[in-house]
């Protein structure tokens, strides 16, 4: 199997073939989102919602990252594994960001590293490249920032914020970032965005005119209960099945039926 690179990825925008990405965070479930041929999987910081039940992206450290992102890359035998920074792991100064983007390099050998924010995190976008490692950037709704959004609405509606988003864009291609994910904003501006870059884009709630589309796995699989926004297309209702399987098992276990003659030495 041919690995996908940043280089194939950058060929796929050329040729118009959309990029399709996937989040992973453990073994099992990447094998399957690999063998069956999703492009690119990102071991993002949502596993503090999905994975270890947190309100928010903020409180996963490094090191829960580093074992969620080991367990990926076990797993991925064709797709780019790129991995988020944490929040409070590359804020600080561009030393820290680098030695933080060092750290999910070596530890998990992940092929990438995502960080949230445009020209402010510029120094430390600058010093991983040039380190030599692959920077996906991610603008719009960027989730570490929920506390000065207040609220998870579509952002850069307004037109000072979406002149920010597209300066942003254009600077993040210029350091060198191989890709951009763009989260939560109106598809005219994803467009233009996209039109703009010779880079990829990756939406999730940025419309259909990305290069590529991102959704959270166990969303998609419908593994969250209840979570239903507009941007989500659902295509399987797992919580459901596994629920009606769990209580099968129980009722087996209950009725004495499980195990059965042959089911036993
Ligand atoms: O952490 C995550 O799942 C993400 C995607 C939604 C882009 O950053
Ligand atoms: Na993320």
Redesign the pocket.
Known sequence: IKRVTTFSLQEMKQKGERIAML?AYDYSMATILDDAGVDVL?V???ASNVMAGHET?LPITLDQMIYHAASVVRAAKRAFVVV?LPFGSYQGNSKEALSSAIRIMKEAGAHGV?LEGGIEIMDSVQRIITAGIPVMG?LGLT?QSIYKFGTYTVRAKEEAEANKLRTDALALQEAGCFAI?M?KIPAQLGKDVTESLDIPTIG?GAGGYCDGQ?L?VNDMLGLTKGFRPRFLRQYLNLYEEIKGATAGYIADVKSNDFPNEKEQY
Request: charged residues 25%; aromatic residues 0%; hydrophobic residues 35%.
């Open positions: 989040t990102l993002g910081d949502s992206t988020d995502k991610h989730p994910v989260e999730i991102v959270v």
